[in-house]
C-alpha cells in the first residue's frame, strides 16, 4: 500500500515597512481617529496609501520617503488590504480618501471659528465647485494644483489668518500631493492639519462618477474606474496590479530600510 505523504507549505510571513507604517482603524472606530485629528496641536499630515502609491512609492525613493514621513498613513483598497494580510496584520477598516475626508471635515462642525479652510489642488471651475461643496459653503481659500511644490507653503503663510488652524486639502494627485505636506508641515507653526486627498475635489464637484455603493463595498471602485476611463486608467490598474504584488513580496521578503527612512517610519501615526 502507498502512503501519500503530505506537506504543507507556508509562505513567509513579510515585513515592509510602508505596510507596518500604516494606522488602522477597526470598523466603526473611526470617530476616535476624527477626534484625534481635530485636535492636532502641531503641524500634522495625513495621507492615504492605495495599489497606485504604493507603486509610485517603489519606483522613486523619494516618494517612499515621504510617504513614510507622513504622520497618519491610512489604508485604501483591497490592494493593501491583501497587503496587510501578507505582512501579518489585520486589515481592518478600508479608509478611502473619497468618504473619510468629507466625514473629517463634518467632524469639524460646531468648531469651526478656530479653522480656516485650505483647498490646494485641481483646477477650474472644479477646484471651486469641488471646494464648496466639500467644505459645505464654508469660507475657504484656494489655489490651482499646478505651481511649484515650493510655492504651497508661501500662498498658505500668505493667506493664513493670524490664531487660525488651517485645515489644508491637497488635491493634486500623488506623489506631489504628499511632498507639499511635507514641505508645508515644516514651513508651519502651531497646529494645523495636511490632508493628501487625491481626487477629492473633482469627485466633490462631480466631474468624475464615484462606483454604486454595493461596488465600493466590496473593494471593487477600481474596476468601476477602470471600464469608466480605460485608456487613463489602463497602466494604473492592468500593468500596476501585477506589478503591485511584485512589489509587496519583493520589498516584504527582503526589507532593508534605511536610516533616514527608519527615523521617519517611527514617527508617531
Request: charged content about 25%; aromatic content about 10%.
Amino acid at each position: 500500500m502507498t502512503e501519500v505523504l503530505a506537506v504543507k507549505f507556508t509562505f513567509p510571513k513579510l515585513y515592509d515597512p510602508l505596510i507596518t507604517k500604516l494606522k488602522l482603524v477597526d470598523e466603526g472606530k473611526q470617530e476616535l481617529l476624527l477626534t484625534e485629528l481635530r485636535e492636532v496641536k502641531t503641524p500634522t499630515t495625513l495621507g492615504f496609501l492605495n495599489q497606485h502609491g504604493y507603486n509610485i512609492a517603489h519606483t522613486d525613493k523619494d516618494v517612499r520617503r515621504n510617504f513614510l514621513r507622513l504622520n497618519y498613513l491610512l489604508r485604501d483598497g483591497i490592494g493593501v488590504k491583501v497587503a496587510c494580510q501578507l505582512n501579518g496584520r489585520e486589515p481592518r477598516a478600508n479608509l478611502n480618501g473619497t468618504d473619510f475626508i468629507p466625514d473629517l471635515i463634518e467632524h469639524l462642525d460646531g468648531d469651526t471659528g478656530r479653522f480656516q479652510f485650505f483647498a490646494l489642488g485641481t483646477q477650474e471651475p472644479w477646484l471651486s465647485e469641488g471646494a464648496a461643496r466639500l467644505f459645505k459653503g464654508r469660507p475657504f481659500t484656494a489655489a490651482d494644483g499646478f505651481r511649484d511644490a515650493d510655492s504651497y507653503p508661501e500662498f498658505v503663510a500668505e493667506h493664513l489668518q493670524p490664531g487660525k488652524t488651517p485645515i489644508i486639502v491637497l488635491a493634486m494627485g500623488m506623489p506631489k500631493q504628499e511632498e507639499v505636506a511635507i514641505k508645508l508641515q515644516r514651513a508651519l507653526k502651531g497646529p494645523a492639519l495636511m490632508i493628501c486627498g487625491g481626487a477629492i475635489l473633482d469627485f466633490s464637484a462631480e466631474r468624475f462618477s464615484r462606483a454604486p455603493l454595493p461596488v465600493r463595498k466590496i473593494g471593487m471602485e477600481w474596476a468601476y474606474r477602470l471600464l469608466k476611463e480605460p485608456r487613463r486608467l489602463f497602466k494604473r490598474y492592468v500593468i500596476g496590479i501585477p506589478q503591485f504584488f511584485y512589489y509587496v513580496v519583493r520589498n516584504g521578503l527582503g526589507s532593508t530600510v534605511r536610516v533616514s527612512e527608519q527615523g521617519a517610519y517611527n514617527r508617531k501615526s
